[in-house]
């Protein structure tokens, strides 16, 4: 069951679940709010999107998102991998191989009925890897909203959204926010801080029009370039990985606090302004997850206590003392 919800619900919960990228959650804002009208094209998706840039930055994470907004399950996505179609002959995949040839025998990589629910987010990841017939197909699906499978059924996309990631130029692009970092202070400041997002979406969209076909990119209804993330926004994805962490931890009985000594630590130790919010998510995984479950293990917590997180950086770990829980006091998750 799809929730109505008004456009400032969606834009408000997005923008919270993606940290700076505004000019995206726009774009999808934007499709939502006309779908849920349901005045869209009745032959075409609901929506199609490209999102290019960075890696790390949330391209994958906003189909998750838009997901948990519209069905309130982040994993109610269709997810298809395109590095499982890097050859010409693994294209047919997606539809099933007609009978009497190899594969036949498998179903069509996407089912009709995985996309039958209305609003179903489909995610094509990682579209460059694909062999550029898979595109032709694509293109079938974005004039048409449908395909028809090798046994002749029907995939019907009218009811989904369809969100293609794609991480061409990465390298160039890498090389330009490596430009960009060293700008950051105590460097001098940027003096025009964007022009190095400028350029990344030059190079963005100069590498679709080498990458695929003009009728393949003007059948698009938005392309998004995603930004670099900067300090600030680490440090907010670093609450929202906290939060999640804290949240996962209490399910299994175990107040935490962590203290502003132990985020600093976890913020030194991820952030990276190259590769975006996956270090951190990384640091957060090894240095506080992994090893508060080790002390939990060993020491045991019971509910009448709370784990404190503090930093120990001459260890170069952080460290944990359990203390009582207060009389009255309550574990906030903010
Ligand atoms: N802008 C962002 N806001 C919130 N979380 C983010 C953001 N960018 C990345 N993340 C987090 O970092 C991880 C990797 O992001 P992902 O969306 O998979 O990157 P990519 O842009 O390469 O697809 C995810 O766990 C996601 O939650
Ligand atoms: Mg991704």
């Known amino acids: 069951m ?11 919960f997005l923008r919270r679940e993606i940290i700076g990228q505004d000019e995206a959650v726009e774009a999808v804002v934007r499709a939502v709010t006309v779908a849920m009208l349901g005045v869209t094209d009745p032959k075409h998706p609901l929506g199609t999107f490209l999102f290019m840039g960075p890696t790390g930055t949330g391209k994958s994470a906003m189909a998750r998102a838009l997901a948990k907004v ?3 399950d982040e994993d109610k996505v269709v997810v298809v991998n395109c590095t499982e179609f890097k050859h010409s002959h693994e294209v047919s995949k997606l539809i099933g191989a007609p009978p009497g040839y190899v594969g036949h025998d498998q179903p069509p990589f996407i089912p009709p009925e995985k996309i039958q629910d209305r609003f179903t987010v489909v995610v094509f990841e990682e579209l460059e890897k694909a062999h550029p017939t898979l595109c032709d197909l694509l293109l079938q699906m974005l004039e048409n909203g449908e395909l028809y499978t090798a046994k002749g059924e029907k995939l019907d996309f009218t009811k989904c959204f369809i969100i293609m990631t794609s991480n061409v130029s990465a390298r160039e692009i890498d090389d330009i926010t490596k430009e960009a970092i060293g700008f950051q202070p105590p460097n001098p400041p940027e003096e025009d801080p964007d022009k190095f997002d400028r350029h990344i979406r030059q190079v963005c969209m100069q590498a679709l029009e080498r990458s695929f076909r003009p009728e393949f990119i003007n059948r698009l209804d938005e392309i998004i370039v995603f930004r670099r993330l900067k300090m600030d926004h680490l440090q907010k994805i670093l ?57 939990v293990m060993h020491h045991g917590v019971s509910e009448r206590e709370v784990v404190y997180v503090l930093a120990d ?18 574990i906030v998750m903010n």
């Open 2 to 12: 799809v929730r109505m919800l008004k456009a400032e619900e969606i834009r408000e």
């Open 70 to 72: 519209l069905h309130g």
């Open 313 to 330: 950086p001459s260890n170069d770990t952080l460290r944990f003392e359990v203390r009582p829980l207060k009389k009255g006091e309550l």
């Open 239 to 295: 609450d929202k990985f906290l939060l999640d962490t804290r949240a996962r931890f209490a399910i299994a009985g175990i107040g935490t606090v962590i203290t502003d000594e132990a985020k600093a630590f976890l913020l030194q130790k991820g952030a990276n302004l190259r590769y975006g919010a996956r270090p951190l998510k990384r640091a957060v995984r090894q240095y506080l997850e992994y090893s508060l479950a080790q002390f």
